[in-house]
């Protein structure tokens, strides 16, 4: 299947290739995976020229590590997927305090062209 249409751009984080020195790429699914993550670590604000993307879940780093705490990030990350990411529909965002301080998030997701489920679990950290 030819997948083009999915997209393609800079890898995150930014490296070289080192087959051939020059920008190292990522694309399709991949590109999508890499761009979820780059919304949800930018903070609005952050970027000069488009102040209003990223997401909110910045802004609850010393927030208590309680359950009403996830349910607030499930939220944020919600809004801000689909609000920056159009090639896919969130699903579900499930997201929980873990026993070592983390918040433990988990985005389902199906990318609108190809009709695939995907899912994406991050850890946050708090202070970090």
């Known amino acids: ?4 249409f999915l997209g393609r751009g ?4 930014f490296e070289v290739n080192p087959a051939t020195g020059g920008i190292a790429m990522s694309e399709y699914e991949d590109n999508i995976r890499q761009c979820i993550s780059v ?5 609005p ?15 609850l780093m010393f927030a208590p590590n309680t359950p009403s705490t996830a349910t607030t990030i499930a939220y944020y990350v919600k809004r801000a997927l689909a609000r920056w990411e159009p090639r896919i529909i969130v699903k ?6 873990d026993a070592n301080g983390h ?6 997701y199906v990318i609108r062209s190809t009709e695939s489920e995907e899912d994406l679990s991050l ?3 708090p202070g970090t």
């Open 10 to 13: 800079f890898k995150f984080p």
């Open 103 to 108: 918040m433990r998030v988990t985005v389902k």
């Open 1 to 4: 299947m030819r997948k083009e």
């Open 123 to 125: 850890l946050l950290n």
């Open 39 to 43: 919304i949800l670590g930018t903070k």
């Open 92 to 97: 579900d965002v499930e997201s929980f305090p």
């Open 45 to 59: 604000g952050e970027r000069q020229m488009l102040p209003d993307f990223g997401c909110r879940i910045h802004e």
